[in-house]
């Protein structure tokens, strides 16, 4: 049996009431969310639901496991909050190894492995293309992609440990670049260069422009109760004996009202009459 809670089901705030965004702020996510300049800003949506959920999945087959070895079952106590501080280990590391607390840095990356390594903007209304270059030879090949311009020669970029000196500036020199580029002919030019390189895409983008989203069947038209076709997204996962599918979409709110209550409750015809009358339906 799994329970899962905002806090766990011991400790002083097992009775606390709590959502996505409490969670994800007590989590430490919402504090490393934002530009160092700024307010916390946090995920955008309720990430500790699904990191709970996944969590929740783990813990039971651990214990399907423990039951086929011993035929003994289990409880199992979830703490969401815990779920998601699990994935901060290395920040709490850093404060325990080298006395660090790690701080919001907007798109670069916490440990300072690279550089650029950010969002930039490209033409129309808000474009933007995330690049990402770690080792002196991606380098290379990403001034060479982008024309080789003089200040891509300077020394003050030759190495990874300048280029992370010298961010602020990096950052700036990509971005007169990116500006100049239609977001997705840049993700190609850099991606055949080697150089990872992707879109900031927005949901349409997603559902109507992206070939490979489309080649992959994430997305599927279904009819709701209306007759009406709507676009859904299928699980992220294919399965080759069991792909599943999706036929039509949810019903209409109280489509199934009676059936539950005459079937599965075993409610009358009488008390039906009764509760209509009371305008329990209504």
Known sequence: MLSMSGFGRTGPWKDRVSYGQTLQAWSGFTDLTGFPEFKPSGPASAYSDAV????GAQAVLLALIQRAQTGRGQWIDVSQMEAMSSLLGPLVLELSANNT????????????????????????EDRWLAITVFADAEWEAFSCAVGSPEWAKDDRFSTVASRLKHA?????????WTSDQIAEDAMHLLQQ?????????????????????RERGIFQP?????GV???????????????????KGAPEFGADQDFVLREIFGVSDEELAEMAIAGAFD
Do not use: F, W
């Open 52 to 55: 709970g959920g996944m969590t």
């Open 101 to 124: 607390d790690v701080q919001r840095t907007g798109n670069r990356e916490h440990y300072g492995r690279g550089a650029p390594h950010g969002v930039y903007q490209c033409q129309g």
């Open 168 to 176: 602020d500036e990096l950052d700036k020199l990509v971005g007169s």
């Open 193 to 213: 260069a080697g150089i990872s390189a992707g879109v900031v895409q927005t949901g349409k983008d997603m559902a109507e422009d992206d070939l490979h989203l």
């Open 222 to 226: 279904v009819p709701d109760a209306g």
């Open 229 to 247: 076709m709507r676009t859904i997204e299928r699980a992220p996962y294919k399965l080759t004996l069991t792909p599943g599918e999706v036929t």
